[in-house]
């Protein structure tokens, strides 16, 4: 049991660690990051505890995977390419099915023809998670984009179908193409049948309990958490397609009128933020799990001597192949018969075609489906399951290499202009009433924040290489604050709370270095460096003696100590500023310059502690909440005159009102504060 909850904490760990590495290197895909951590747990043993049991993967995993795209799916687009998703879902799937197992059996003669037919089913359909994983860096045309979602929603229906055909005429030696052609309708119509009654089921609850106003939005979401388990064991009870009625399910769901009311208000801003992060840790599994059963599969394969690891390589490399030509044959000869109907040149789709061809990447649920090959069949044909496990990473390498080369990149124009101008109105008015009001420092404290707020859309408006100056500088701030404190503490010129204020201070100026340096081992050292003094001198500073005396200042006035070390550490930084003028960007070095000068001026007011205080321990809600009355106001004024499209101002809406629910959390916990300044009575 132990053995098994460790291996589960190493395996959450990866996920978090992937999603990190992710973000600081986005270059590299994070399907492929967490396949290799996948491989590494295999390697070490996890799995020996976590084995991938298929028909609980399809259910708890891929079910509610495929649930969330039905919610989200554009289901006009989809209908309005009904005939190519028609085509990708069920032609492209048998033909598949029955090339790749013919090949496999010219290769491998002692292989019954039905059981590579297995494996060719396995293969046969696109996973979905897989798509939308390396689709999310590239710009797809949206036609290609609702053709390949709407693939991914029912082809691996269509998989498993012919997966059960292959298994049938292995296991009985008997197959009838009207017979599976009239189970295959039979599958279909009664999973959509049953997504349909879940969904209805679901709804007759929702308004019963509104009808005994029962409302709540726990329940809401657990119970459409259970709608995909629920539709997928009806449906694989009933004999018919789980998928299908997973993905029916969601879709209906997500359809009828939006009601304007405060319940569903409430269970939007909750429902996405849970979707969201079931989705990644679920997407997350798949690729882990991926890359777990890879060294669990293909390990003992290629160290058997029975095997020839040649003719394992050339087996894999021409079943890959084959799974993109087979797949580009058939969309060339639709789309060339779409040219000549439309009287337009075939080359117009070529680009489609690509584009369509490699996104046809399979996943984990190739290497699920095969898995549910009897177990006697299994032991007997081990085999299938590597040719399956190797050709699903080969085909997901592939795309990975090809589709940056075909498919144009997601270009993030930031454009924050108007955005600045709206914060900096803010803050101009917010300026104008602190004049009138007596607290002032409700109101710098809430000027600060929106301060912040500007700097962060200044920077993130310049160049890569700008913003990366912009840290450099930003470091060597710090840096010279650290040392100038340590220095200051070190020669007892500041008491320890002077110290401990201060270090707030540095703490917010860290926060201030954007995003994309968080991948600077410099920073992640000057971090470190600084906690360790800070724990050091918090345990340390009441035992330093000098022949039994003790030599720490213990009392002293902080205003004037804060001051005289800020002084003092705006001249060391106003120096190395100016030595720095020919080789960082003057505009950036003015900037900065300004910026010390100016918190240099407020600091000199005796204001320093106070504002430092009121960051972590917030006092200014109502200067906050007229912050973003002004912020709303003025995004409507800009919208309504042109100077903000719709989007823009939906987008900035959002952010408005994610800061002041922030804000006006009553839970917030300030234990650290707290404990800082809590005095014995």
């Known amino acids: ?50 084995r991938l049991n298929p028909e609980l993967f399809l259910a708890f995993i891929i079910g509610p995977l495929l649930f969330r795209e039905g919610e989200e799916a554009d289901v006009k687009g989809i209908l309005k390419h009904t005939p190519t998703v028609s085509l990708l879902v069920f032609p492209v799937v048998f033909i598949t099915t029955l090339i790749i197992g013919i090949i496999s059996h010219n290769f491998y003669t002692t292989i019954p023809l039905a059981a590579c037919f297995a494996l060719g089913a396995s293969l046969g359909p696109t996973d979905a998670v897989a798509v939308s994983s390396l689709s999310e860096r590239f710009d797809f045309p949206k036609r290609i984009t609702s053709i390949l979602k709407g693939e991914g929603l029912f082809n691996d229906a269509s998989g498993i179908i012919a997966f059960q055909f292959a298994i049938l005429a292995l296991t009985t030696g008997e197959f009838s193409v009207e017979k599976a052609l009239g189970t295959l309708l039979f599958s279909a119509i009664g999973g959509a049948l049953i997504g349909f009654a879940v969904s209805w089921i679901n709804g007759m609850i929702l308004t ?118 087979v797949r580009y044959i058939i969309l060339s000869i639709y789309y060339a018969i779409i040219a000549k109907k439309r009287h337009q040149r075939f080359d117009r789709y070529v680009d489609d075609i690509l584009l369509l061809t490699f996104s046809g990447v399979k996943g984990t649920v190739s290497v699920a489906t095969i898995l549910l090959l009897p177990e006697a069949v299994a032991q007997k044909y081990s085999l299938l399951i590597f040719l399956t496990a190797a050709v699903t990473v080969l085909g997901f390498l592939t795309g990975i290499l090809v589709l940056p080369i075909i498919a144009p ?77 340590e220095n200051a ?6 008491t320890i709370k002077t110290y401990r204020i201060y270090q707030r201070y540095l703490k917010e100026l ?71 003028e020919g080789v960082y960007n003057p505009e950036l070095i003015n900037y900065l310059q300004s910026e010390r000068l100016r918190a240099s001026e407020k600091v000199a007011t005796g204001g320093f502690i106070t504002r430092i205080i009121t960051k972590v321990h917030p006092n200014n809600l109502d200067e906050m909440m007229r912050g973003y009355y002004l912020e709303r106001k003025l995004i409507f004024e800009y919208e309504a005159e042109g100077l903000l499209t719709a989007r823009e101002a939906k987008i900035m809406r959002k952010n408005v009102n994610a800061l002041e629910n922030y804000s006006m959390n009553e839970n917030h916990s300030n234990l650290l504060y707290d404990f800082l300044e809590y005095k014995p009575k």
């Open 489 to 494: 503490f070190r020669n007892n010129e500041i």
């Open 510 to 580: 860290e926060r201030s270095i954007v995003h994309r340096f968080v991948s600077s081992l410099a920073f992640a050292i000057a971090i470190f460096l600084r906690a360790i003094r800070l724990l050091l001198n918090n345990i340390l500073h009441t035992n330093i003696t000098v022949k039994g005396k003790k030599i720490r200042k213990l009392i002293g006035d902080s205003r004037t100590e804060i001051r005289n070390l800020y002084f003092s550490n705006t001249t060391l930084i106003m120096e190395a500023l100016e030595s720095l």
């Open 208 to 325: 019963l309990m509104e009808d005994v106003a029962a409302q709540d939005v726990t329940g809401y979401l657990m119970l459409e958490l259970i709608m995909p388990l629920l539709a997928f064991f009806l449906a694989e009870e009933l004999h018919v397609s789980g998928i299908i009625a997973v993905v029916v399910a969601g879709v209906m769901q997500a359809s009828g009128f939006k009601k304007i009311t405060l319940f569903d208000a409430q269970v939007e801003s909750v429902k996405k933020t849970v979707w969201d992060t079931i989705s990644f840790i679920l997407n997350s599994i798949v690729f882990l799990f991926l890359g777990i059963e890879l060294q669990q599969i293909i390990t003992p394969i290629i160290t058997n001597a029975y095997y020839d690891n040649v003719r394992l390589f050339i087996t894999v490399i021409v079943l890959t192949i084959t799974l993109f030509l």
């Open 409 to 485: 990149k997601k270009e993030q124009k930031v454009d924050n202009v108007a955005r600045i101008a709206i914060l900096t109105e803010v803050v101009s008015e917010l300026e104008r009433e602190s004049e009138k009001n007596k607290n002032k420092l409700g109101y710098i404290a809430t000027i600060d924040n929106y301060q912040a707020r500007i700097q962060k859309l200044i920077i993130s408006q310049e160049s890569a290489t700008m913003t990366a100056e912009f840290n450099d500088l930003q470091l060597l701030i710090l840096r010279l604050e650290n040392e100038g404190l």
């Open 1 to 50: 049991m132990i053995h098994t909850v460790f291996y589960v904490i190493i395996f959450f760990a990866a996920l978090i660690t992937s999603n990190v590495i992710n973000k600081v290197f986005p270059k590299l895909p994070l399907p492929l990051i967490q396949v290799i951590f996948g491989l590494i747990l295999g390697i070490l043993g996890a799995g020996n505890v976590l």
